[in-house]
């Protein structure tokens, strides 16, 4: 990636990168799912329906958990776009998993006023508990630890994201036994929401 | 203390929904806006002095003057929801507790500018904010406050919420609209700026939340109650975020007159533990570092500016004694390293070195010529890339070195960061 030939660029995946993940199993979009994708290209022009790649691919992932070749292939069929403007989307965000991951994905976010809360000992604790690094996932399937940066809730630092759509808030390592134990017994319920949903409660 | 206007009811439970916000006076500023010109609207915002509220304070009326009258082609709105930079969480209230304040001024916003559609650009993050303003939006379509023929005016707006998928950058306004139209969330080169080809090749005029929660605000109490609000040129209510090392963070909705004195001991409690203070971010990660010496200048834009560093986002974060400002500025390179959108170079292989650098002081294998040597390398970065992110990253790495160099040259000399934290990790974890 570098043009420094004695250096490689940094560790770990870079932005600029393109590629395609394996191609997986056959993939077809559910009828619900064609459905609701049909519904939100109504939002854009008729000339348009690239706009809706992104919600396209949260479709694939909600469907098959990660996105793989195939599936990238069926959006561009879908949107009405190449396969390689598909590729060049998954491959830039950060919430497209091109690997297959737990069924519990927990995103600690990692950047300053988290870290000034102690988030570095909330990411060690995890993977002691759950015995994994960050970006490996558990034996049993379940659990994905990875790193996040900055997720807009720097008041209830640190914070976990879970499954791209639900935040564990104030977390702290002796906080963590709970946060899994609740997840493997109770499931996403065991959450209960973000501190919004509590308030109300 | 100010009386909130923004964030008036945010802590009531049903502050957020369409009947409690149409009880206490909702859509009625949209009412007086169908009823003025588009140049009106246009001119009031104009005269209440309000700056955008996403980082670069560029005047809103000015703005919205620039889209074309004569240009055929549909013309858009675009709210920038993306909130992403680091230490940032003010429109997250918003849009959690006031969605219809945003949708209101997006209605206004839309009839100043001539245009029909907005969208409303939200960080993949915020999916569990997004699917109750879904929610609340639909209550505002069926109750004709949004959508086509608008309570019988005639006048047409259709409001999306957009969900984008994980990138700092799509909040740059042109990388937001290539994200919008289903690319990657990369720069487009300005000139032509979006006023004039922006989304879809269409005029389009792309606004933070706040700067248009703020609209109906102006509309409803007039101009001259904004621009009364704090100091000259930086008018109105401004809400600010408050995290790091304080008792209370949180965001707290003030006028640009407050001091960050008053910000960090009255609003948000004073320092954690009652430790000493030792430096401040005050408008999120892309704002240079200031000392305590500062306290008393006004977060206002121009006053940040005048103190050397930039209300930014107005995301203050907080830092005591405890921290160490070499691994302050490697956390937030790594941050930058992460979200650089590899367009162009400097930025791409610069803060990739600006990493290997401060990674390797922080193991202890910093050289002496270190210091020379990340400073050479911002110098290459800094006004020579296609967006201002460029200049942000190297904003923490530049004003670390200018107000800590000894902190740098003593890790360098040691091999130890020569300030112990008690909230790190012990050992770093690793990922594979
Ligand atoms: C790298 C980068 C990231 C940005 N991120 C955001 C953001 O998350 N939210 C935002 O409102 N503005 C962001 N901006 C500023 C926008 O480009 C733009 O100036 C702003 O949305 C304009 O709105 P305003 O005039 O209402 O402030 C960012 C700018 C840059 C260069
Ligand atoms: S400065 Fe960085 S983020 Fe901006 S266009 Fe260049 S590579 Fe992309
Ligand atoms: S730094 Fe973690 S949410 Fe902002």
């Known amino acids: ?201 | 203390m100010f009386e909130p206007v923004l964030t008036k009811y945010v802590n009531e439970p049903n502050g957020y929904t369409l009947d409690f916000y149409v009880q206490h006076g909702g859509y009625q500023a949209m009412k007086t806006a169908l009823g003025m010109t588009p140049d009106a609207i246009v001119d009031s915002v104009k005269k209440s002095g309000l700056r955008g509220r996403g980082g670069a304070g560029f005047p809103t009326g000015l703005k919205w003057s620039f889209v074309p009258k004569d240009n055929p082609k549909p013309k858009y709105l675009c709210i920038n929801a993306d909130e992403s930079e680091p230490g940032t969480f003010k429109d997250h209230v918003l849009l959690e507790r006031n969605p219809h304040l945003l949708f209101e001024g997006c209605v206004i916003a839309c009839r100043a500018i001539g245009a029909r559609t907005c969208y409303i650009y939200i960080r993949g993050e915020f999916f569990h904010l997004q699917q109750q303003m879904e929610a609340e939006l639909q209550k505002a379509r069926a109750a004709g406050y949004v959508g086509k023929n608008i309570l019988g005016s005639g006048e047409d707006c259709d409001i999306w919420i957009h969900r984008g998928a994980g990138a700092y950058e799509a909040g740059e306004e042109t990388a937001l609209i290539e994200s919008l139209e289903g690319k990657r969330a990369q720069p487009r080169l300005k000139p032509p700026f979006p006023a004039v080809v922006g989304l879809y090749g269409c005029p389009t005029v792309v606004n933070n939340v706040e700067t248009i929660c703020n609209v109906p605000v102006i509309i409803e109490k007039g101009h001259e109650w904004f621009a009364a609000i704090g100091p000259e040129k930086n008018t109105g209510p401004k809400l600010f975020c408050v995290s790091g090392h304080v008792k209370k963070p949180g965001v707290y909705e003030a006028p640009m007159d407050t001091t960050l004195r008053q910000l960090i001991y009255d609003y948000a409690g004073g320092m954690r533990g009652d430790r000493q203070l030792k430096a401040i971010i005050p408008g999120g990660s892309s704002t240079p570092v200031l000392l305590p010496d500062k306290l008393d200048t006004h977060l206002s834009f121009d006053g940040m500016v005048a103190a050397g560093s930039m209300l930014g986002s107005a995301a203050v974060i907080v830092m005591d004694e405890t921290t160490s400002m070499v691994w302050v500025a490697k956390n937030l390179i790594h941050f930058y390293k992460h979200e650089s959108c590899g367009k162009c170079t400097p930025c791409r292989e610069g803060v990739d070195w600006l990493y290997k650098i401060l990674d390797k002081i922080e193991r202890g294998d910093g050289e002496p010529r270190d210091v020379e040597l990340l400073l050479s390398v911002c110098d290459n970065i800094g006004g020579k890339t296609l967006c201002p992110f460029g200049d942000a990253e190297i904003a923490p790495v530049l004003s670390t070195i200018q107000h800590f160099r000894d902190e740098y040259e003593t890790y360098i000399r040691t091999g130890e960061s020569p300030v112990q934290s008690d909230f790190r990790a012990t050992e770093p974890v690793a990922a594979h």
């Not at chain 1, 870079?14 to 939002?43: D, M, N, V, W, Y």
């Not at chain 1, 790193?147 to 906080?175: K, S, Y």
């Open chain 1, 1 to 201: 990636m570098s043009f420094h030939p004695q250096m490689p660029y940094g560790e770990g995946w870079h932005k600029s990168e393109r590629f395609i993940p394996e191609a997986g199993p056959a993939f077809e979009f559910t009828p619900e799912h064609r459905a609701q994708l049909e519904e939100l290209c109504t939002h854009y022009p008729p000339e348009r329906r690239k706009s809706a790649v992104i919600s396209a691919l949260y479709m694939v992932q909600a469907q098959q958990g990660h996105i793989t070749g195939n599936a990238m292939r069926h959006v561009a069929e879908v949107i009405g776009c190449t396969p390689a403007d598909v590729e060049d989307v998954v491959t830039y965000y950060v919430m497209f998993f091109t690997k297959p991951v737990g069924k519990y994905v927990l995103q600690v976010c990692r950047t300053l006023s988290c870290a000034l809360n102690g988030a570095e000992q909330v990411t060690a604790e995890l993977c002691k508990h759950l015995h994994v690094t960050p970006n490996e996932t558990t034996a049993d399937g379940l659990f994905t630890v990875m790193e996040f940066e900055c997720l807009g809730a720097c008041d209830r630092a640190p914070v976990i994201m879970v499954n791209n759509e639900h935040w564990a808030e104030h977390q702290t390592p002796d906080r963590i036994p709970a946060l899994v134990d609740g997840l493997r017994t109770q499931g996403l319920a065991s959450l209960g929401g973000c501190h919004l949903v509590k308030e109300r409660a």
